[in-house]
């Protein structure tokens, strides 16, 4: 009984994945007009956050405005640092954003060796899952703890980013001032 409404299984099973998602990370980008674009990756485990996973990145390759860019560079970095220091990836990457954003991570992913770990993004207004090699959005039952779970991963990269973003901000204006 308690295996039909965790989360995870529901996941596995409504994106209809091999393996199942015990873990899993979710990007998003953070930018004001262009300016002071960050990243960040948040780590859910078994459904649950594990904030001493969470790892923030300042876009350092991209000017302006970019999220498809900026994708691709921060994760790019995440990946190669994980594998560089042997660490456990996770079984699927989450993306805040569309079609486009969730090709860009899929495209960093694939040059860097790990096409094999499933990618998908949730687009915001109308939560339509999207998937690699599927044209059309896949939509979640609203009450879904599979949605759930991935509307969190999502709501709170894009809160930790946000939060970064802002305080990369607040730094330079602080400096400018001194800097007068």
């Known amino acids: ?19 199942l998602p015990r873990s899993l990370v979710c ?4 930018t004001t007009q262009g300016t002071d674009t ?3 990756c948040v780590w859910f485990e078994n459904a649950r956050p594990r904030r001493a ?5 300042r876009v350092k390759t991209v000017e302006g405005t970019n999220d ?6 921060v994760v790019t970095r995440y990946f190669t640092r994980r594998m560089d220091e042997g660490k456990p990836l996770p079984d699927l990457v989450v993306i805040d954003g569309g079609k486009g954003q969730l090709h860009a991570a899929h495209d960093a992913l694939g040059a860097i060796g790990l096409s094999d770990i499933a ?37 709170e ?14 730094l330079r204006t602080i400096t400018s001032e001194l800097l007068r």
């Open 157 to 170: 990269a894009h809160r930790f980013a946000v939060t970064y973003n802002r305080a990369r901000r607040t």
């Open 1 to 19: 009984e308690e295996r039909a409404v965790s989360p995870v299984y529901e996941l596995q099973r409504e994106l209809g994945m091999a393996r």
């Open 68 to 73: 498809f860019a900026s994708l691709h560079e």
């Open 38 to 40: 960050v990243g960040s």
């Open 53 to 57: 996973e969470y790892r923030k990145f």
């Open 27 to 30: 990007f998003d980008i953070s």
């Open 119 to 155: 990618a998908i993004s949730l687009a915001k207004r109308e939560e339509a899952v999207f998937m690699i090699g599927r044209s059309e959005s896949l939509h979640l039952s609203r009450r879904s703890p599979a949605l759930r779970l991935l509307q969190q991963a999502r709501d």
